[in-house]
Nanobody, 114 residues
Framework: QVQLVESGGGLVQPGESLRLSCAASEQFFRIFSMAWYRRVPGKQRELVARITSGGSTNYADSVKGRFTISRDNAKKTVYLQMNSLKPEDTAVYYC????????WGQGTQVTVSS
């Protein structure tokens, strides 16, 4: 069973940055599109950013220009660089394939507050 382990979250002030990492124990990591999702309590999980096997990226309008998704196939890791963080970015962040066909990891909490 593929495991996804997210890390890098924390408590930051508005305008600051964080870099999230997601390590996948998947033999064929390089052939799948991967994505970052986030969930706020009481709301549905939303897709934040996606990266294809070829490196093409897509972003939710709410994070476009502030977040950057990348991947290292050799390390089987996907990253999310988050700049200019806003309080509305507060959520638990998860990674998964896109579409999200794997079991979810534990996620990593990002809290943006002054």
């Amino acid at each position: 069973q593929v495991q996804l382990v997210e890390s890098g979250g924390g408590l930051v002030q508005p305008g600051e940055s964080l870099r999230l990492s997601c390590a996948a124990s998947e033999q064929f990591f390089r052939i799948f599109s991967m994505a970052w999702y986030r969930r706020v309590p009481g709301k549905q999980r939303e897709l934040v950013a996606r990266i294809t096997s070829g490196g093409s990226t897509n972003y939710a309008d709410s994070v476009k220009g502030r977040f950057t998704i990348s991947r290292d196939n050799a390390k089987k890791t996907v990253y999310l660089q988050m700049n200019s963080l806003k309080p509305e970015d507060t959520a638990v962040y998860y990674c998964n394939r896109e579409p999200a066909l794997l079991s979810w990891g534990q996620g990593t909490q990002v809290t943006v507050s002054s």
